[in-house]
Every structure is written in C-alpha cells, then in structure tokens.
C-alpha cells in the first residue's frame, strides 16, 4: 500500500503530493515499483494535528481522484479518512475500494453503516485518544495486546453483524503509543491472526523508527525496512509505504525465504 498525502502537513515532507502533475507521477511511482493499492489521504493525521474541514478534505481527495482515475482507472484505491460522508462523496465520483479509518469508527458513528451500505472493505485501526492528543503520555491499564483484542473483537463482531465481509486490521503503530508499545506490539504481532483477517503494519519512517535512532524521517528509510520485515515476519500481509520499491523487496525477499525447507 503506497502513500498519496494531499496535505500540507503531513510528518514526513517526502509523502506529500499537492500538484496533480506530482499526483500522476506518485501513482505511476506506486504502481511500477509493486505497489497494489494507492492509499490517499487529504487530512493530516500526524500527533498533534488538527483535522481540515470536510470540505477541504473532499476537494483534495477529488482532485487526486481525477488525476489517478484518469490514468490507472483500474487501480486499487484505498482512500484514509475517519468521515463517513468524505467516504459517499468521493466513491460516489470516483469508485473507491477500501476505506482506511484511523479511528475504526470511534469518530463518525455512521462509518460502520456506510462501510457496509457501499459494500467496502473497511481498515479499523486502533488509535488511543485523537491525533491531536494521542501521544501525551499514553497509557494502558491492562497488558496492550489484551486492550487491543477487546476493542477488535467488538468491533469485528458488530461490522460482521451489519454485513462487512472484507475487513483489514491495523494495530495503530504511532497512534496513542509510546516506543515500549510499538515494539510491544511488533514483536507480538502474530497473536492477532486469532482474528483470521489480513494484518496491516504501517510502520514506514515513524517517530518509534527514527527517535529510538536518534534521527528523523529523511533518514529513517533504512530501520523502515527493518520493522518492515518483521512485521512481515510476524504475519502482517500489507505495508503501508512512503518507499514502495523497498518494501517490495522486502516481501519478495521473506517470501522466498519462507518457502525454503527447515532442515534441522
């Protein structure tokens, strides 16, 4: 899953496309070096940000969409938005696939409907608290791995209830956790194939990468890969990428490494 921001703001400078010529090229760049799905996003949800007005946010997204459609109209569109009313608007115009929401329902109560009335596969993150507030000193009062399969659960149970067939979850590397949960989580990561739903690690240049290596997310390209790869390891079945043509690498690498034989 390769990253189209829209934005202005977006924590690493490098992810943001705000001109339609860059738009087409991004997607161009997505596609030829491995990327299956485009994930775009027009609101900002790096810690501390404040989101866009919805409006702001469907104009963005629109005009990225025209741009890709035109182009790569057979393309997997993936679009990350939290608004349920951004999700009708923009697939109604455009066609989208997947619906990426941070916040799996927690800050629009119509997502879940709306996911299951267009039929959708539908990403549910978990996030603690709001980007605006989530990383100021998170904690948890129970062991993170129990927490976060309680809120799965329940969420998996009432989408499957309303008729969500395809659903995607993400742990939320980087949203209301501290490096001790991030790495908790990744090395703990296979548990949630209990859920039998695909894994989706988006670890690409976070603040757990280059803080824990005393750089920032210019240089963090190299620890990306790292994570990338075990998070692969440890079950995850999509990326979501700034650096596509690395993190297929990676995959294509564990892959071959995975099918040989253990011999001892």
């Known amino acids: 899953m390769g990253v189209i921001n829209v934005t202005n703001d977006s924590f690493f400078d490098g992810s943001q496309f705000r001109l339609r010529s860059r738009i087409a090229r991004r997607a161009e760049q997505i596609l030829t070096q491995g990327g299956a799905i485009i994930d775009i996003g027009a609101c900002s949800t790096r810690p501390g940000s404040i989101p866009v007005e919805e409006g702001q946010e469907i104009k963005r997204l629109a005009k990225a969409l025209s741009v890709i459609r035109k182009n ?5 569109i993936s679009i990350d938005t939290f608004r349920s009313n951004v999700v009708k608007v923009i697939h109604s115009n455009f066609g989208i696939d997947i619906v990426n929401d941070i916040s799996a329902g927690e800050l629009d109560a119509q997502m879940f409907q709306t996911v299951a009335d267009l039929k959708l596969t539908y990403v549910l993150m978990h996030m603690k608290g709001t980007p605006f507030n989530m990383q100021e000193n998170p904690k948890y009062e129970n062991d993170i791995i129990k927490e976060l399969f309680g809120f799965f659960t329940l969420r998996v149970e009432k989408l499957k209830l309303m008729g969500v067939k395809d659903m995607i979850i993400d742990p939320g590397f980087g949203f209301g956790k501290n490096a001790d949960h991030n790495y908790t ?14 894994i989706l690690a988006g670890l690409s240049r976070k603040s757990m990468i280059y803080k824990t290596l005393g750089t920032c997310p210019s240089k963090a390209l190299n620890g990306t890969t790292i994570l990338n790869t075990i998070a692969i390891q440890n079950g ?15 995959i294509k690498l564990t892959e071959f490494l995975n099918s040989q034989p253990n011999i001892l």
């Open 72 to 76: 790569y109209p057979e393309a997997i």
């Open 185 to 198: 989580l990744l090395k703990n990561l296979e548990a949630f194939k209990i859920f039998e739903l695909p």
């Open 236 to 250: 995850a079945k999509i990326l979501r990428v700034h650096d596509v043509k690395e993190a297929a690498e990676v």
